[in-house]
T-cell receptor, first 114, second 111 residues
Framework: DAGVTQSPTHLIKTRGQQVTLRCSPI?????VSWYQQVLGQGPQFIFQ???????GRGNFPDRFSARQFPNYSSELNVNALLLGDSALYLC?????????????FGDGTRLSIL | GENVEQHPSTLSVQEGDSAVIKCTYS??????FPWYKQELGKRPQLIIDIRSNVGEKKDQRIAVTLNKTAKHFSLHITETQPEDSAVYFC??????????FGTGTSLTVIP
């Protein structure tokens, strides 16, 4: 079975632009979470979606938004990009929300802001 | 919200020795604690996890212990090998079903 897949793998944008990152969960997984990982730090929680509804939101500005589609894939959108948005964006999927649900990560999208 | 602290930030051990990484958490409602290994340029990989109703769990050379009263949990790697070299992250799932990660420990196993 394919693992969590993310696209694109790398992306270069300039300040003020908008970006959309995509994630396909493991088959059968209904929950998708997004994380931002700055170099040298642990992943920071951005969003969790389960059954197409937002179930959790981390401490990120409204410039960050996401959605989940009927096939459980997900998109993360970031508007008005800042230099500080440069990071590895990780998507993780799990079977369901809550409980003892291990999260499985994709390879991430490396976003560079110039 | 939850706050997870992880120590040490870097750790070097001789091949065959043991390595111990410690994490503390703040939210008493946290009930699930996974550990991830991240090699350079790769995705975090789940290596072991523990639930709040269990004190210890072992999988071959890797073990995790949890002290709910003290709100701390630890990763133990025995008989370390060069391929164990990576960054290790602890995490805690808080009351809001959100995962909070530690800042990572860079482990180097010296052959």
């Amino acid at each position: 079975d394919a693992g969590v897949t993310q696209s694109p793998t790398h992306l270069i944008k300039t300040r003020g632009q908008q970006v959309t990152l995509r994630c396909s969960p493991i088959s059968g997984h209904k929950s998708v979470s997004w994380y931002q990982q700055v170099l040298g730090q642990g992943p920071q929680f951005i969003f969790q979606y389960y059954e197409k509804e937002e179930r959790g939101r981390g401490n990120f500005p409204d410039r960050f938004s996401a959605r989940q589609f009927p096939n459980y894939s997900s998109e993360l959108n970031v508007n008005a990009l800042l230099l500080g948005d440069s990071a590895l964006y990780l998507c993780a999927s799990s079977l369901a929300q809550g409980g003892y649900q291990p999260q499985h990560f994709g390879d991430g999208t490396r976003l560079s802001i110039l | 919200g939850e706050n997870v602290e992880q120590h040490p930030s870097t750790l070097s051990v001789q091949e065959g020795d043991s390595a111990v990484i410690k994490c503390t958490y703040s939210d008493s409602a946290s009930n699930y604690f996974p550990w991830y290994k991240q090699e350079l340029g790769k995705r975090p990989q789940l290596i072991i996890d523990i639930r709040s109703n269990v004190g210890e769990k072992k999988d071959q050379r890797i073990a995790v212990t949890l002290n709910k009263t003290a709100k701390h949990f630890s990763l133990h790697i025995t008989e370390t090998q060069p391929e164990d070299s990576a960054v290790y992250f602890c995490a805690a799932m808080g009351g809001g079903n959100q995962f909070y990660f530690g800042t990572g420990t860079s482990l180097t196993v010296i052959p």
